[in-house]
């Protein structure tokens, strides 16, 4: 069975940074991975994502700004958010799937709150 445990989510200001974190047990290096994120009254929203062989895809609101990587070795997989805005503001999911564009394996979310 997967587990995955989100952490790194907070408060910050327009123009900082943050680093989420996500421990998977249970985890295959065989994994797709992403990033989703959700705010309030809106639907959720694939952000990042990272194939077993270090392939990644950015929605475009975040390119530029944000960094997604894995390392297989600790089973963990990382967003770098750099130059975050209030918009970015969101629970923060990660998730792991077979690379057939499901996911099937979800986080409980960290919330991301940046304030202008």
């Known amino acids: 069975q997967v587990q995955l445990v989100e952490s790194g989510g907070g408060s910050v200001q327009a123009g900082g940074s943050l680093r989420l974190s996500c421990a998977a047990f249970g985890y295959s290096t065989r994994f797709c991975m992403a990033w989703f994120r959700q705010a309030p009254g809106k639907e959720r929203e694939e952000v990042a994502t990272i194939g077993f062989y270090g392939a990644t895809k950015y929605t475009d609101s975040v390119k530029g700004r944000f960094a997604i990587s894995r390392d297989n070795a600790k089973a963990t997989l990382y967003l770098q958010m750099n130059s975050l805005i209030p918009e970015d503001t969101a629970m923060y999911y990660c998730?792991?799937?077979?690379?057939?564009?499901?996911?099937?394996?979800w986080g409980q979310g960290t919330q991301v709150t940046v304030s202008s």
């Open positions: 998730a792991a799937g077979n690379c057939d564009g499901t996911y099937n394996y």
